[in-house]
């Protein structure tokens, strides 16, 4: 398979290793340098694009690949208020997006718990839910996707809280009943750490999920990469993943 990496930065240099070591080719790599001059004849060169750029990049790229009729696997994350269009334009274009907030296994089935949790606390109205989620200084955007998808996981199956609201690393000082605190730390070279908390007067039930390094999000995106290819339409690690 003929990959073209959008985003050539930490992320794209794990997949392009992970990429080679499972038999496919980088025929393109965007980066700083050449995203505003590669041309569209080199990116139909791909048979999938990886993209792991920057908000302010992703959405031009998913327009360049959608009418270059090249499958994406899309990882940046801050463009989801366009999701809807995104879909119109793919479904016009008969094309093939793939995309995820996180591509890591461990975080999926997180997400997973993170539901099956929130309907098992929806009975326990003595227990507050909150997220707290750590990510590296370099990290763009706050909250992150993953963060944003745990938050609307939790949302839909308790039931009583209706929106999220964002916090710095001081805390909820003034929460509501209503409101889901998401607290986004930046600091180090932290990959990612995110814990789901339900605290109550007596006592605190907490599940975290720590990632080590970016070689599962990288390796996720690989393995989407390879199964999109052969498919039509707009695709998450749940159609993947199979629940």
């Not at 986004?184 to 007596?202: D, F, L, M, N, Q």
């Amino acid at each position: 398979m003929k990959i073209a990496l959008l985003g050539y930065g930490k992320m794209g240099k794990i997949i392009e290793e992970i990429a080679i070591s499972r038999g496919h080719s980088i025929v393109l790599k965007v980066n700083s340098a050449n995203s505003a001059t590669f041309s569209d004849s080199e990116l139909k060169q791909a048979d999938v694009a990886i993209e792991f750029s920057r908000p302010d990049s992703v959405m031009q790229n998913i327009s360049r690949c959608i009418t270059a009729g090249v499958p994406i696997v899309v990882g940046t994350t801050g463009w989801y208020a366009n999701l809807e269009n995104v879909k119109k334009e793919v479904q016009s274009a008969n094309g093939a997006l793939f995309h995820a907030s996180n591509f890591s296994l461990g975080v999926n089935l997180f997400f997973k718990m993170n539901e099956q949790l929130a309907e098992l606390m929806k009975p326990f109205p003595e227990y507050e839910p909150s997220i707290e989620e750590i990510h590296h200084i370099h990290k763009l955007d706050a909250p992150s996707g993953t963060g944003i998808s745990l938050a609307e996981g939790l949302l839909s199956h308790l039931g009583r809280k209706k929106n999220w609201k964002l916090y710095s690393e001081k805390g909820p000082e003034s929460a509501n009943d209503t409101d889901l605190p998401l607290i986004a730390i930046r600091t180090g070279e932290v990959p990612g750490t995110h814990t789901v908390t339900y605290t109550s007067a007596i006592d605190k039930i907490s599940m975290t999920h720590e990632a080590f390094n970016r070689k599962g999000f990288a390796t996720g995106s690989v393995v989407a990469a390879e199964w999109i290819t052969s498919r039509k339409g707009v695709f998450t690690m749940r159609d993947l993943l199979g629940y």
